[in-house]
């Protein structure tokens, strides 16, 4: 089976999404995701520019091969364009060897260790009261897992809190928005939402709180040990990850597990992380790690050190990667959880696809390869917008992360 044929699809269902579809001299088609929010064209770019022209020709089953000529044949290795676009072409060729077995991609991949992928949903609002209203909306879904964002008295807006609560899109104007941060406003709110929450809620349903990346360490510290009586599942990138020994001084406070990861792009990226067990969960994803191949890697690496997986997937991961992630998710024997945002009915009808959500948990379904499909006449529809990511500043003007 060579491939014959690739080409790289941009359409904007409501946001923009980025595919790759591979064809090969047997007819069969695979896809792979390639969107990298804000950064979309620069992915189609490199795929159009650097990778099609040298995978025409090649063996569409020497998935491990290909990898590894993408990866150490790119002298400027790894960063988020590279491997997004790495990413595209190991989920395709992953769609194609499953459909080429006529089988679903989990099988491939060792096939299913649990009987579906319990997933989290998002739960916000402008403030307590209302993110707890969101919560038992999520509940009465059948939600086994969710996590809370609460506005902060004080501040016009903040990170995870949207007027539309199914599909929040942080990506919005050509030039990022600016958006004002204080920490010492928010760090009482979310020990008052957990209380809240719990009260509400009870303690059947795991809690989870994404920081995205706002605190120091020792804020961070803090932050943890005020959650422990409310025993969030867990505390999500309370500080940015660059210095990942920095994490020691995190675990020296808290309890609270921690989780990691969404915007890595390599194993090397949570070596130390995972090595040392800082972490509890692993965030990264099949789109921008590198694609099913390099995830697993990660995933063995981090089941030595009892480190879970906690894949990321906002809705600017498209159901291409939904797809892809809940067959890893699948059969991989340290799976944690996986994030579930749904997309738009626009989006979900651009990539029709096989997986189902029932009682709180996802299957990816019996589909031959990942089971995620692509209408391009319906893409066609959806020309591509430009759209940046926010950025941050403090109160004083000084930029922070957002
Ligand atoms: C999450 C993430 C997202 C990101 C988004 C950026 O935990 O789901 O933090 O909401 O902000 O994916 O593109
Ligand atoms: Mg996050």
Redesign the pocket.
């Given at each position: 089976m060579k491939i014959k044929s690739a080409r790289v699809v941009v359409t904007c269902p409501g946001r923009n999404f980025v595919t790759l579809k591979i064809e090969t001299d047997t007819g069969l088609t695979g896809l792979g995701d390639a969107t990298l929010?804000?950064r979309e064209l620069a992915v189609a770019s490199y795929l159009s520019d650097h990778v099609i022209p040298a995978l025409i020709g090649r063996d569409a089953q020497a998935i491990e091969d290909i990898w590894q000529y993408l990866y150490r044949g790119a002298y400027w290795r790894r960063g988020p364009v590279t491997m997004t676009a790495i990413a595209a072409v190991d989920v395709a060729l992953w769609d194609l060897k499953a459909k080429q077995a006529g089988l679903p991609l989990y099988q491939i991949l060792g096939g299913a260790c649990r009987t579906g992928v319990m997933v989290y949903g998002h739960a916000n609002g402008a403030n307590i009261a209302e993110t707890i209203e969101e919560a038992r909306r999520y509940q009465a879904m059948g939600y086994k897992a969710i996590r809370l964002q609460s506005g902060v008295p004080g501040l016009a807006s903040t990170?995870?809190v949207s007027t539309d609560k199914l599909f929040?899109e942080?990506?919005s104007a050509i030039l990022p928005v600016e958006n004002l941060w204080s920490t010492v406003k928010y760090l009482p709110t979310v020990p008052r939402l957990f209380e809240a929450a719990r009260e509400a809620l009870g303690w059947d349903v795991h809690l989870l709180h994404?920081v995205?990346h706002r605190l120091t360490p020792i804020e961070a510290g803090r932050l943890g040990k005020e959650l422990e009586p409310y025993r969030p599942f867990w505390l999500?990138?309370p500080t940015p990850a660059e210095n990942q020994a920095s994490f020691r001084l995190i675990r020296q406070h808290t309890t609270t597990p921690l989780a990691v990861g969404?915007v890595f792009n390599s194993i090397w990226d949570a070596k130390q992380l995972i090595e040392e067990q800082l972490i509890d969960y692993i965030r990264a994803t099949v789109v921008h790690a590198g694609g099913v191949t390099h995830l697993r890697r990660i995933a063995t690496l981090a089941d030595l050190y009892g480190v879970r997986t906690g894949c990321?997937?906002?809705t600017?991961?498209s159901p291409v990667s939904m797809g892809a992630a809940l067959h890893f998710d699948l059969s991989t024997p340290n799976f944690g959880i996986q994030?579930y945002?749904r997309h738009t009915a626009e989006t979900d009808a651009v990539f029709p696809h096989a997986y189902r959500f029932e009682a709180g948990d996802l299957h990816p379904g019996d589909a031959p390869g990942h089971g995620v499909s692509i209408d391009e006449d319906l893409a066609a529809k959806f020309p591509y917008r430009p759209a940046s990511?926010p950025v941050n500043r403090l109160e004083d003007g000084s930029m922070w992360n957002w």
């Open positions: 929010n804000g990170y995870g929040y942080p990506a994404d995205h999500e990138d969404e990321h997937g906002a600017d991961l994030e945002m990511l």
